[in-house]
């Protein structure tokens, strides 16, 4: 349907997000409101993104101060946005090794724990389910797939996008592997005292400095390396490059960095509390 919309030749690949196909769709109303609704979702996990770096920063570099690593974290994002997409996907290999990293990190700093949480055995039903709790619980979880708005531009900056659907089944099926595996490792691990960053539990473990300084810049790598694709995907929202125009006027560069100084206050603004952004 979008490839054959006369609005296609206009919208340059980097510009075909969600709010290009609800245009061609729904017209200009679809456009402005999916528009907004995605902007406003990534927008809201670029935050939480933001916020766990300075977390993970600052346990490595505690001189450095959260709201200092928030703002490194965040210029750097801005400048990686114009990286070609090509090129970033081969740093996107990087991205996937740190998530190794992390995972191998936090079962490693588990090991070197006497005993275990263990919750079913201390609380019990509880453990399992707690309804009060799900209003919450799926605002975080539809947070994990919170890049999904990205999807049409990795789509159409693909070298072979024949090869879309198996990408889409495989990255889905290791989110789900690390999602759901460390997920409950966490909470079998250290209960009810599980903090919104596990890298915070690690902090307060015994003899663990290693695994704990692995596991923060493994993940602070994966952020960053994330972040950037996030940032351009709510700039594309609501200002995407023009047909046949340079990609990066000055107008849009000052766009840039107005959205990357937005996204810096509002995470050091919330900087103490990781999940009331995630969840929201």
């Not at 600052?58 to 400048?79: D, F």
């Not at 694709?229 to 000055?250: C, D, K, R, Y």
């Amino acid at each position: 349907l979008a490839e054959k919309s006369s609005v296609t030749a206009s919208v340059p690949r980097r510009a075909r997000d969600f709010a290009f196909l609800a245009h061609v769709a729904f017209g200009s109303w679809g456009r402005i409101v999916i528009g907004a609704v995605t902007s406003l979702e990534i927008w809201f996990a670029l935050v939480t993104f933001m916020v766990m770096n300075g977390v993970n920063a600052t346990l490595v570099w505690p001189t450095l101060g959260n709201a200092h690593a928030i703002i490194i974290s965040c210029a750097l994002s801005a400048v990686n946005v114009f990286v070609p997409m090509r090129i970033y996907s081969y740093l996107s290999l990087i991205s996937s090794l740190a998530l190794l990293v992390a995972a191998v990190a936090m079962i490693g700093a588990a090991l070197t724990m006497i005993d275990w949480a263990n919750p079913y055995n201390h609380i019990g039903q509880p453990a399992l389910l707690r309804v009060e709790n799900i209003p919450r619980s799926v605002g975080i979880i539809v947070f994990c797939f919170a890049g999904h708005p990205c999807f049409p531009i990795v789509h159409e900056c693909m070298r072979d996008r024949r090869q879309w659907r198996s990408s889409v089944a495989l990255t889905f099926f290791l989110a789900f592997l690390y999602y759901g595996g460390l997920g409950v490792f966490g909470f079998l691990v250290f209960g009810t005292y599980l903090e919104a960053s596990v890298t915070q539990n690690l902090a307060k473990l015994q003899g663990a400095l290693l695994w704990r300084n692995a596991s923060a810049i493994a993940f602070l790598v994966k952020i960053q390396l994330t972040a950037p694709l996030l940032l351009n995907a709510i700039l594309v929202s609501f200002w995407a490059p023009e047909a046949g125009a340079p990609e990066w006027p000055p107008s849009r560069i000052l766009g840039l960095f107005g959205l990357t100084a937005l996204t810096a206050l509002t995470a050091v603004a919330f900087a103490d509390d990781v999940a009331a952004v995630a969840s929201l």
